[in-house]
């Protein structure tokens, strides 16, 4: 993306909980990359916890705009796994946001970093391909032990049978809330209605 006026460099970097690490060389590769110390935000938080409930990613990409490039020094900084580190670069590359990985070249600027991203996207599709395959192995399984699916659900037992496999997709293979509800016919509001109810 060789536009003719700079872009706006936001820069984001992580650290997990409980286990003393400091922030200090994420953040100094970020300002090596050109981002501003007032543009870098950061998280103490849990690899496991999702893209969308870390505070500090959600600040970066609020201060992402379309002609924003987020930099952070590794891409696995973005999520907790593939799918969800995909998940995030597609929604920023849709609001015209680029991406960049100091640590793993990639970078939108290059051949060699737009490859380097490509060759992420089919493998988080490839993922999402196989997670879903064995969701839908077992939604079969469960009907052929007599779970009936549809909508509206019609009993407790397959509201549970789907509940259990959304978990199971979101917590095992790191599928986000929104594709984790798809996987089993549901809208992510349904989703969450329901796990309010059914214990984990």
Request: net charge positive; charged share 25%.
């Amino acid at each position: 993306m060789n536009d003719d006026a700079p872009r706006h460099l936001v820069g984001y970097a992580r650290v997990s909980s409980g286990e003393h690490q400091r922030h200090d060389l994420q953040i100094d590769a970020l300002i090596a990359a050109g981002v501003e110390p007032s543009n870098i935000f950061t998280d103490t938080i849990s690899g496991a916890s999702v893209a969308a409930s870390r505070p500090g990613l959600s600040q970066a990409l609020a201060h992402c705009g379309p002609n924003s490039t987020l930099v952070v020094w590794r891409i696995d900084r973005l999520g907790r796994s593939l799918v969800d580190v995909v998940s995030t670069v597609e929604s920023l590359i849709e609001r015209g946001v680029a991406v960049r990985s100091i640590s793993d070249g990639i970078d939108p600027d290059t051949p060699h970093g737009r490859l380097l991203l490509n060759l992420l996207c089919s493998c988080a599709q490839f993922e999402r391909d196989l997670i879903r395959a064995r969701v839908q192995a077992g939604m079969d399984s469960a009907r052929r032990r007599g779970v009936r699916f549809g909508r509206p659900a019609p009993d407790p037992v397959e509201v549970g049978a789907k509940v259990r496999m959304a978990r199971r997709a979101m917590a095992e293979d790191g599928l986000p809330a929104a594709d984790a509800a798809r996987l089993v016919g549901w809208s992510r509001s349904t989703l969450y209605r329901h796990m309010q109810v059914i214990p984990a």
